[in-house]
């Protein structure tokens, strides 16, 4: 942190706040995944009906 008279700057990773570990982008590629697989399953089904 850098004081400048009433100016306090600081850098890009002292005021990072989120972590990036990159579970966040595993979830959300999972959970697409399954949506798309269990709607083309519901069309299978839906099809063959």
Request: aromatic share 4%; no cysteine; net charge neutral.
């Amino acid at each position: 942190m850098k004081r400048e008279d009433e100016h306090v700057t600081i850098t890009t990773k002292e005021s990072r706040q989120g972590d990036t570990s990159g579970h966040v982008r595993a979830v959300l590629i999972a959970g697409l995944v399954l949506a798309i697989a269990g709607l083309f399953g519901m069309l299978v089904l839906w099809s063959q009906g």
